[in-house]
């Protein structure tokens, strides 16, 4: 079975992969306001974990590399059920439903063993990077990373070298895109058939490889707004992370239509 086999297979009958305009995640962006809007407690309660989250890790990791890979695994592990509640929440408002809090929450309940499954496979993609980028230092550096004793009573920024930075930005990059090919629709997918974490992945690469101009905008805002997010001292993660979510949701029911 070739690569385009493989796929159609996988992918659920009742799914059909739309073509959209390159400006459409912008609407994504807009249509998601209207849900902070509508339940700002809600989506905002959501933002605040995520950012807290993050503070956390930023705070951690500052400190010390080793912690490095535990705090980035827990966030990769953590992220796709967190925005599993806010797609939960698009989803119930969208059907006219009261939505709470409490509410979003129904959708990991509902849907989880998929996404269990789907945190899964991201932690693989992210064990993936560690051993390559342990490997691509060892082979092009040929230092191990520096001692738990140097970076305890150092600052890891004076300690690893530019070169080590490169990789690690190269090779994070590149888990970055592939992450995003399989997750861009994988969550709201999951949360409205509970389908399982392949079939859903396998979609989320249709719907890149059929709208690509549209997929390399969606991805360059989302950059740049979890940006603008660290640039604000996370301030605006509280904002930010919901909105995206919310539009994950927009864009998964502009790019794919139902006919279950």
Same mark, same amino acid.
């Given at each position: 079975?070739?690569?385009?086999?493989?796929?159609?297979?996988?992918?659920?009958?009742?799914?059909?992969?739309?073509?959209?305009?390159?400006?459409?995640?912008?609407?994504?962006?807009?249509?998601?306001?209207?849900?902070?809007?509508?339940?700002?407690?809600?989506?905002?309660?959501?933002?605040?974990?995520?950012?807290?989250?993050?503070?956390?890790? %930023?705070?951690?990791?500052?400190?010390? $590399?080793? #912690? /490095?890979?535990?705090?980035? +695994?827990?966030?990769?592990? @953590?992220?796709? *059920?967190?925005?599993?509640?806010?797609?939960?929440?698009?989803?119930?408002?969208?059907?006219?439903?009261?939505?709470?809090?409490?509410?979003?929450?129904?959708?990991?309940?509902?849907?989880?063993?998929?996404?269990?499954?789907?945190?899964?496979?991201?932690?693989?993609?992210?064990?993936?990077?560690?051993?390559?980028?342990?490997?691509?230092?060892?082979?092009?550096?040929?230092?191990?990373?520096?001692?738990?004793?140097?970076?305890?009573?150092?600052?890891?920024?004076?300690?690893?070298?530019?070169?080590?930075?490169?990789?690690?930005?190269?090779?994070?990059?590149? %888990?970055?895109?592939?992450?995003?090919? $399989?997750? #861009? /629709?994988?969550?709201?997918? +999951?949360?409205?058939?509970? @389908?399982?974490? *392949?079939?859903?992945?396998?979609?989320?690469?249709?719907?890149?490889?059929?709208?690509?101009?549209?997929?390399?905008?969606?991805?360059?805002?989302?950059?740049?707004?979890?940006?603008?997010?660290?640039?604000?001292?996370?301030?605006?993660?509280?904002?930010?992370?919901?909105?995206?979510?919310?539009?994950?949701?927009?864009?998964?029911?502009?790019?794919?239509?139902?006919?279950?």
């Amino acid at each position: 079975m070739n690569v385009q086999n493989y796929i159609d297979h996988h992918i659920p009958a009742q799914f059909s992969i739309k073509h959209v305009a390159i400006v459409r995640p912008f609407n994504w962006l807009i249509l998601a306001w209207q849900d902070i809007s509508l339940h700002p407690k809600a989506s905002l309660a959501h933002g605040l974990i995520v950012t807290s989250l993050l503070l956390v890790t %930023l705070l951690i990791t500052s400190i010390h $590399v080793y #912690v /490095i890979a535990a705090a980035i +695994i827990g966030f990769m592990l @953590i992220g796709p *059920i967190l925005s599993a509640g806010l797609c939960e929440q698009s989803r119930q408002s969208e059907q006219g439903k009261p939505v709470s809090f409490d509410s979003s929450l129904e959708g990991l309940k509902r849907c989880q063993s998929s996404l269990i499954q789907f945190s899964g496979i991201l932690l693989g993609f992210t064990m993936t990077w560690f051993a390559i980028s342990a490997l691509l230092l060892l082979v092009t550096i040929g230092s191990a990373l520096p001692s738990l004793q140097q970076l305890l009573w150092g600052n890891i920024f004076d300690i690893i070298t530019p070169m080590q930075l490169a990789l690690y930005t190269v090779i994070g990059g590149l %888990l970055a895109s592939i992450v995003f090919v $399989v997750s #861009v /629709i994988s969550v709201p997918a +999951i949360i409205e058939n509970n @389908i399982s974490a *392949i079939d859903a992945m396998v979609a989320s690469v249709k719907v890149v490889s059929e709208n690509i101009p549209t997929m390399l905008v969606w991805a360059a805002l989302i950059v740049l707004l979890t940006g603008l997010g660290f640039m604000t001292y996370l301030i605006g993660m509280v904002v930010i992370y919901p909105l995206l979510a919310h539009a994950s949701w927009h864009a998964y029911r502009d790019l794919v239509q139902n006919d279950k």
